[in-house]
């Protein structure tokens, strides 16, 4: 690594996922609507619930980070889906796409250097752009992992 490169930058290559283990589009390439409803022997969760609970906690972590008036939301209930599988398939699809686009969101505020990385929101007790940004890394990191995990154990990674 060079000594040149900015904790902005290396923060957006943690985001994207380029690092040390595969990133959300790789963990969920060719997985199948059907897939990730399965649950298997021994598992907690179907693929879909860990979708949808990243999908949740990244929405969670940008509405914090976007709205002064942010509202907690209840932990653990509203951070899992209701159902084990998807409705459909174009669900499914949607859940994917929201995850992209909610990595892409906290990278876009990363990116922007009128945001301090550093200076605490306004509205929190302490929290900065910075550790909200990897607190989606880190809790995007280990349920990638899960859904590689599954995908194995599933015969379909």
Same mark, same amino acid.
């Given at each position: 690594?060079?000594?040149? !490169?900015?904790?902005?930058?290396?923060?957006?290559?943690?985001?994207?996922?380029?690092?040390?283990?595969?990133?959300?589009?790789?963990?969920?390439?060719?997985?199948?609507?059907?897939?990730?409803?399965?649950?298997?022997?021994?598992?907690?969760?179907?693929?879909?619930?860990?979708?949808?609970?990243?999908?949740?906690? &990244?929405?969670?972590?940008?509405?914090?980070? !976007?709205?002064?008036?942010?509202?907690?939301?209840?932990?653990?209930?509203?951070?899992?889906?209701? !159902?084990?599988?998807?409705?459909? !398939?174009? &669900?499914?699809?949607?859940?994917?796409?929201?995850? %992209?686009?909610?990595?892409?969101?906290?990278?876009?505020?990363?990116?922007?250097?009128?945001?301090?990385? &550093?200076?605490?929101?306004?509205?929190?007790?302490? %929290?900065?752009?910075?550790?909200?940004?990897?607190?989606?890394?880190?809790?995007?990191?280990?349920?990638?992992? &899960?859904?590689?995990?599954?995908?194995?154990?599933?015969?379909?990674?």
């Amino acid at each position: 690594m060079g000594s040149d !490169k900015t904790v902005r930058s290396l923060l957006l290559e943690q985001l994207e996922g380029r690092n040390a283990h595969v990133d959300f589009n790789q963990a969920v390439q060719g997985l199948t609507f059907k897939q990730a409803g399965i649950r298997v022997e021994g598992v907690p969760h179907t693929i879909w619930e860990l979708v949808e609970h990243i999908r949740i906690g &990244q929405d969670d972590i940008l509405e914090f980070c !976007k709205n002064p008036d942010y509202e907690a939301l209840d932990w653990p209930d509203d951070y899992w889906p209701e !159902k084990s599988k998807p409705d459909s !398939k174009e &669900q499914f699809e949607a859940s994917l796409e929201a995850v %992209q686009d909610g990595i892409e969101e906290m990278s876009e505020l990363v990116r922007d250097p009128q945001n301090n990385l &550093q200076q605490p929101f306004s509205h929190g007790d302490g %929290q900065t752009l910075f550790r909200e940004a990897m607190l989606i890394v880190d809790h995007n990191a280990y349920h990638i992992g &899960q859904i590689v995990l599954i995908r194995r154990l599933l015969g379909s990674w």
